[in-house]
């Protein structure tokens, strides 16, 4: 029983769920000559709102960018701090950071990798103004029994959703549920735009001002069109609305979405079964029929050396994430967190995406087998 390589495609850690739809909706844009923010943009927001339940979507060129404008809309700056799980994308630290907030780093609960309401509660400080929530691996977050006191104190919920397009949670789908939710739809996400974002906000006025800050700052309604000579800059803002060659891409994603949730669905539960009989590895588990799997994780003594020698088989292992708090950029804010620490020593991803069938997980889950084995860890 001997795993070999896999295919290069199949050896990825993650890819993108393409249908080829998406190569001729961006040739159909680069035919039209209008790349920029254009109608098609604002249809992918509409549609995308539509598929979603909820009045208003707004795209922007990254899920970083989605963070950053979102914590600009609830009015997060410098003096506030933004509690974060320090196991989360670096984005997550560098959106706040960004509007010259503090992070706070905070625990996860080890068996769904995201915060709960009680390590809010528990991190809560005089300067908390944000709490963002991690959907980690698709997972949605439901913080109810803190709510009163959040909103008692104005203090805002942005959902770092990256990971849970499409995702469905205790209080509805991820997205509906009256936060400031913010999406990726970089080039690995549940849906891809090749890159983009996406922020829900709360209310119209804020967006209103989602809109006007992915505008540097511009106004831009109909009304001031139609009156003003040039354009007038009304605040800070930067350049981050969706391109109508990203939002294309999305265009196509949208209706073959179901597919993609179904694919990754079966996925997940195919590595489920596999890795059933190997009791040195954890799975990560997630509740696949509400949930979109965006990744599968083990959690795995002696990691770094399952790491590498799957790796050396040619299978595209990750780990999401390497903790924040431990990052030298981010030292400053760094506190022991133990839980998180130990996670970091242990989590492993395993490739995850439309290339990989039954068979290559077969050998995915032989290969770690076998290095556990020589771990003289089985
Ligand atoms: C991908 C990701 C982001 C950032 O999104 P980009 O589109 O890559 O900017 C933020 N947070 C998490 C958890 C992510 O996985």
Same mark, same amino acid.
């Given at each position: ?9 199949? =050896? ?36 995308? !709102? ?8 707004? $795209? ?17 700056? $410098? =003096? ?14 560098? !959106? ?26 528990? $991190? ?45 949670? $205790? ?58 000579? =040039? ?86 292992? =990750? ?60």
């Amino acid at each position: 029983m001997t795993a070999t390589s896999l295919r290069p495609d199949a =050896g990825r850690n993650a890819s993108p769920y393409l249908y080829g739809a998406e190569a001729e909706a961006v040739a159909q844009v680069l035919a039209g000559g209008q790349y920029g923010h254009t109608e098609v943009t604002e249809s992918f927001e509409r549609q995308v !709102a539509g598929f979603l339940g909820v009045p208003e979507a707004v $795209a922007v060129t990254s899920g970083t960018a989605a963070l950053h404008t979102a914590l600009v809309a609830a009015g997060v700056g $410098a =003096g506030h701090e933004v509690i974060v799980p320090s196991l989360t994308f670096c984005a997550s630290v560098q !959106a706040v950071l960004a509007v010259g907030a503090e992070p706070r780093f905070v625990e996860v609960d080890p068996l769904s990798l995201c915060l709960d309401h009680q390590i809010v509660l528990d $991190a809560l400080t005089p300067a908390t103004r944000a709490v963002m929530p991690v959907l980690f691996g698709g997972r949605a977050v439901d913080l109810t029994p803190a709510r009163a006191l959040l909103d008692e104190r104005g203090i805002a919920v942005v959902e770092d959703a990256a990971h849970a397009f499409g995702s469905q949670g $205790a209080g509805g789908r991820v997205g509906t549920t009256g936060d400031l939710t913010c999406f990726s739809f970089g080039p690995i996400k549940n849906l891809t735009c090749g890159q983009g974002g996406l922020v829900i906000p709360r209310t119209p006025r804020e967006a209103e001002e989602i809109r006007r800050f992915r505008l540097l700052g511009v106004v831009q309604s109909q009304a001031d069109r139609a009156t003003l000579t =040039g354009y007038q800059v009304d605040g800070y803002g930067l350049r981050y609305q969706m391109s109508a060659i990203n939002a294309a891409i999305g265009l196509a994603q949208l209706p073959r979405f179901r597919t993609t949730a179904q694919a990754r669905r079966a996925l997940w539960c195919v590595y489920r079964d596999a890795l059933a009989d190997i009791d040195a590895v954890t799975l990560v588990e997630v509740d696949a029929d509400r949930s979109v799997p965006h990744l599968c994780q083990v959690r795995v003594p002696g990691r770094d050396e399952v790491f590498h020698a799957l790796r050396a088989k040619g299978i595209g292992v =990750g780990v999401h994430y390497p903790p924040n708090h431990l990052q030298p950029a981010f030292a400053r804010w760094h506190r022991p967190l133990p839980v998180t620490e130990q996670l970091g020593r242990e989590i492993l991803s395993l490739p995850f995406h439309q290339h990989l069938d039954e068979h290559d997980v077969d050998q995915v889950a032989t290969a770690l087998r076998q290095a556990l084995a020589a771990g003289g860890r089985s």
